[in-house]
């Protein structure tokens, strides 16, 4: 690398959102007979660091090394940086080992358009990559809640707890300036749940067993469980879950009306 005079405009190659302050030039590569700073956005400079010519992949590299590991929202803009290269995430290495799935992909594009302070929470409480796709799904009201609840500081559970009760209330019409809905909504929920396990429960005995779900309900998968002291026992018990197997169309039919199935 070796430090050339500025005598041209580079194009930002930019995925990082607040520069570290540092005192060296910036610097600049070339990429298919265009120049490209990666680094002293901010800095009116005269001369500049230039790194050579590099591909796509060498780019994001050097830029990683300049600035450190990305955050969700820096990784959302370097998807877009390499669209905008017509290269798919999955085409660039250091974003295909960081980004698993399309869908995660598309959330973290979405999350990098948020608000910059809402940007400094996720960058600072760090949440999961299924609560982020939970963010980005949901509508634009439920969101601006979201971008005024992270004032407080919350917690990260108490922050997941939030974007969980909002998605499971994405198609109600909200206020998003109203400071007491997560509480509101979470006690209704808890009122749902009470009232949606008390049925569960209730069509598993008809089934003749315990039933019950391993993934708190996240998925449609049930577990028919039974107990027996003895032989005879063990037989009654799967004469009378065979007895009862046309009440599985109840218990699925239900679980399909709870968006479950």
């Known amino acids: 690398m070796k430090l050339i005079k500025a005598d041209f405009t580079p194009a930002e190659f930019r995925w990082i959102n607040r520069e570290a302050e540092n005192p060296f030039p910036p610097v600049v590569a070339e990429h298919e007979g265009k120049a490209y700073i990666l680094s002293g956005f901010e800095k009116p400079a005269e001369s500049f660091f230039h790194a050579g010519v590099l591909s796509l992949d060498e780019l994001f590299e050097l830029s990683l090394k300049i600035h450190g590991e990305p955050d969700p929202a820096d990784l959302g803009r370097m998807i877009e940086i390499g669209e905008s290269f017509g290269k798919k ?4 290495n250091v974003i295909n080992a960081r980004v698993k799935g399309i869908r995660n992909a598309e959330s973290l594009k979405i999350l990098s358009r948020s608000p910059q302070s809402f940007l400094e929470y996720v960058k600072t409480k760090q949440p999961s990559m299924k609560t982020v796709g ?15 609840y992270i004032s407080s500081q919350p917690s990260v559970s108490a922050f997941r707890t939030a974007v969980e009760t909002l998605t499971d209330y994405a198609d109600r019409d909200i206020n998003p300036d109203d400071a007491m809905l997560t509480k509101k909504l979470e006690t209704e929920r808890r009122e749902t749940r009470t009232e949606f396990e008390a049925e569960f429960r ?4 008809i089934l003749g067993g315990d039933i019950s779900n391993q993934s708190g309900f996240e998925t449609e998968e049930v577990t ?5 002291s003895s032989y005879e026992e063990y037989l009654k018990k799967c004469a009378e ?5 046309e009440n599985a169309a109840e218990l699925f039919r239900f679980l399909k009306e709870n968006d479950i199935y």
């Open 224 to 228: 028919v469980s039974f107990t027996a």
């Open 134 to 148: 939970m963010y980005a799904a949901l509508p634009e009201s439920h969101k601006e809640f979201l971008h005024k």
């Open 202 to 205: 209730r069509l598993g005995r």
């Open 89 to 92: 995430y999955r085409e660039i």
């Open 241 to 245: 879950l065979y007895d009862s197997r």
